[in-house]
């Protein structure tokens, strides 16, 4: 991470930190450091999902919550950030450590997609809610948001939240309740729980984003069999 190339992403993200060491730390992959990007990623992806959530909310006046919150799913879901994390050519600039490196760590969608919110939470910290929420505007700048990406298909936390939404529910909480293996190979386990009952469900994915989804369709499969 040289100063230069720090600076090319500053300008990709218009955004210039005061403390240049949040950026840096945003960029680091456990795998790497004990200073890594983990925390920061759980900021970003708060500041992220209001951020977006605020931007439906202006541009598609008139969508009811099931339909916003489709919407907001298939802007935040992995797969937009992974494409959004290489227009910033984000794999050149992350720290990774030398296992995760030889595996392909620098390309995989999980890593690249933690990393821009890690960013996104570290502007948060650097500039406060409304510069972190103007470089997510900037970010999606050329991403189409319009009422058609409804149709799309619908991930099971997606469709665990609609669910529990009709149902006049609590909606869902996840925590990361242990990690297993090495760095560069690691498997995550989350539990699913919602406030007010006994019921939770536990699953391991090779991110933590694969094991929230899977711990969401047991949730699902559960409640929708419930007597």
Not at 94 to 104: F, M
Not at 195 to 208: E, K
């Amino acid at each position: 991470m040289t100063p230069h190339a720090l600076k090319g992403l500053q300008d990709r993200i218009a955004y210039r930190f005061v403390n240049l060491s949040l950026l840096k730390r945003a960029l680091t992959h456990r795998s790497f450091s004990s200073d890594h990007n983990e925390r920061l990623e759980f900021l970003g992806d708060s500041v992220l999902s209001l951020s977006v959530a605020t931007l439906l909310y202006e541009q598609l006046a008139g969508q009811n919550e099931g339909d916003l919150s489709r919407v907001r799913a298939n802007l935040v879901r992995q797969e937009t950030l992974h494409m959004l994390a290489n227009q910033l050519a984000l794999s050149d600039l992350i720290a990774l450590g030398e296992g995760e490196s030889k595996s392909g760590g620098k390309k995989r969608p999980s890593i690249l997609a933690d990393a821009l919110e890690a960013i996104i939470g570290a502007v948060y910290l650097d500039g406060g809610y409304d510069a972190a929420s103007k470089v997510v505007l900037h970010l999606f700048r050329e991403v189409k948001v319009d009422n058609q990406m409804q149709a799309m298909g619908k991930d099971a936390k997606t469709a665990l939240q609609e669910w529990l939404q009709g149902k006049k529910l609590l909606l869902p909480t996840y925590k990361v309740v242990g990690t297993h293996g090495q760095a560069h190979q690691q498997t995550f386990e989350v539990e699913c729980s919602i406030n007010g009952s006994q019921q939770t469900f536990t699953a391991r994915g090779n991110s933590r984003r694969a094991a929230e989804q899977a711990a969401a369709t047991l949730m699902l499969d559960y409640l929708k069999t419930k007597k």
